[in-house]
């Protein structure tokens, strides 16, 4: 069946209230578009378990600062469109900014703490805008699940921690990273590397194999793996470190010592683009 294209916040909402009410199953997947195959295995996971499976593709403001790409992130809602529906999604809901966010706007939804870390440290508003747009999709599109990529880890666990303080009816599902075959996480971001940058993004995907082996070996002092990323990492001159961390898989609190759930994630500057990756090991001893 044709993907449907709904663009009318009022209009996501009614067709929601009408599955609803007809019982039927809604699976979630909110992205910014430019859909790859990351993108696409979330479709295909919520494909399996929905009945109607809607996906968001909104490029969403409050979540980028002022000198971050959000003017040249990369956009083709027709491509998008063709992709979605061959990963079997049923509607594609694309609102403008004007009608997400009308004028004035003063409401933001904020998780403290496990927003500190990581990403937070670098990108101040970020998460108060995923969560704040996260939000409102979530009441527009009324969905029974929601699914996420371990990708961006943080995200998801500052969604899930969101969804249990504030009550959000639906289940949160998180689904693992899809990787081109060389190991370089997929993201929209990948087209912004010129073909050097493309080889050098390599460090990311690098220093967590690097990590893993350590770990495999029995090493479990953060300092000497993290010490043993960065050398990756920095092996290659277009790279500028924004943070490598090894923290606790639940608190994102730093580890000295690898125990337990463990989060081991890394942003780093290839030239003017900045990539995220992670790997999270569970049961550690
Ligand atoms: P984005 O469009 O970058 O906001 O991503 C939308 C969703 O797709 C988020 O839940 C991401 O975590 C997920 N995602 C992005 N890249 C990947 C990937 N390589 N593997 C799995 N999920 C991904």
Redesign the pocket.
């Known amino acids: 069946m044709a993907v449907r294209l709904i663009k009318s916040i009022p209009e996501m909402q009614s067709e929601a209230e009408s599955l609803r009410l007809a019982g039927k199953r809604i699976g979630f997947?909110?992205?910014?578009?430019y859909l790859?195959e990351?993108?696409l295995?979330?479709v295909r996971l919520a494909r399996e378990r929905a009945d109607v499976v809607v996906v968001s593709i909104f490029v969403n403001p409050t979540q980028f600062g002022p000198n971050e790409d959000y003017d040249r992130y990369p956009r083709d809602l027709d491509r998008d469109l063709r992709l979605a529906e061959e990963a079997g999604a049923d509607i594609v809901f694309n609102p403008s900014v004007e009608d997400m966010y009308p004028q004035p706007y003063h409401t933001y939804v904020l998780v403290e703490k496990l927003t500190e870390p990581l990403c937070g440290a670098s990108r101040p508003n970020f998460f108060r805008g995923v969560t704040t747009v996260v939000t409102k999709l979530f009441h527009i599109v009324k969905p029974h699940f929601a699914?996420?990529?371990?990708?961006?880890a943080q995200?998801?666990i500052v969604i899930q921690q969101m969804v249990r303080d504030l009550n959000f009816d639906l289940d949160i599902v998180v689904?693992?990273?899809?990787?081109e075959e060389d190991g370089l996480?997929?993201?929209?971001r990948n087209t912004y590397l010129n073909p050097q940058e493309r080889q050098d993004a390599l460090v990311l995907y690098r220093a967590l194999q690097k990590a893993r082996q350590l770990i495999d070996g029995g090493e479990r002092s953060s300092e000497v793996i993290l010490r043993e990323m960065r050398k990756i990492v920095e092996s290659v001159p277009s790279s500028r470190i924004d943070y490598i961390s090894i923290v606790d898989a639940e608190t994102l609190q730093d580890l000295r010592e690898l125990r337990g759930d463990v989060l081991i994630a890394l942003a780093v500057w290839i030239g003017q683009t900045r990539l995220i990756d992670n790997m999270i090991l569970r049961g550690l001893r």
């Open positions: 997947v909110p992205t910014m578009g790859h990351g993108h295995s979330l699914v996420f990529g371990q990708k961006d995200q998801a689904a693992p990273i899809v990787r996480a997929l993201s929209s």
